[in-house]
């Protein structure tokens, strides 16, 4: 089946971690390298998000990331679809720039 904007997904992590201590520092540096090593990109600070070919493939992330959820703090997962995600409204100051291009080569595991 051919790859579509309505069938492509976005997943986005947001979070809000602890950072107080010592051991709330390391457990939010930890969330943060396990959704790098799953392959997400940083849009903004506490904000990732991963191109994904499939909503099934969607599914079977959301449930690998929400293993990595810290004991403390809050994580959204929130996902759209290409569609959605190219409606993204992006402002740098008062200029308007375009959403993230999707990957050129979508990864499959």
Known sequence: ???????IMWMFAMFDLPV?????????AQFRKNLLKLGFTMLQFSVYAKHLP????ALHLHRIVELAVPVEGQVRIL???DRQFGKMAVYFGKKRGEAEPAPEQIGLF
Do not use: Q
């Not at 499939?54 to 493939?57: G, I, K, Q, R, Y």
């Open 79 to 81: 996902t759209v679809t």
């Open 20 to 28: 107080e201590t010592k051991a709330h520092r390391k457990a939010a």
């Open 54 to 57: 499939s909503e099934d493939a």
């Open 1 to 7: 089946m051919p790859f579509a904007p309505y069938r």
